[in-house]
């Protein structure tokens, strides 16, 4: 799996699953702790649900569109962006 890991996005392969696993729980803690800072930013439940998606974590995905429709449910783009994502991986 090919990652940015650093502060000026350089690519790194992790190959190691551990790794991979501990890499994955961490940028979800920071994008949680994002949320929770700054609720009704709908820009960080964008950018995690696109996140979770790139890794192929649809439910989760999901989730997050969902948990952020639930602050603005009116934000059209949390609904395009949504419909988008389910298109491009044929849902």
């Known amino acids: ?6 502060t000026n996005r350089e690519r790194s ?10 890499y994955r729980t961490n940028r979800r803690k920071n994008f949680e702790e994002g949320i929770r800072h700054n609720r009704m930013h709908l820009g960080n439940y964008i950018k995690y649900a696109e996140w979770e998606a790139g890794q192929g974590e649809f439910e989760r995905a999901r989730s997050i569109w969902e948990r ?3 602050v603005d449910h009116r934000a059209v783009t949390l609904w395009l962006k949504y419909a988008q994502m389910e298109m ?4």
């Open 1 to 6: 799996v090919s990652v940015s890991k650093g």
């Open 13 to 22: 392969q992790i190959t190691d699953p551990e790794e991979l696993h501990e």
């Open 68 to 70: 952020a429709l639930g």
């Open 88 to 91: 491009k991986n044929k849902f």
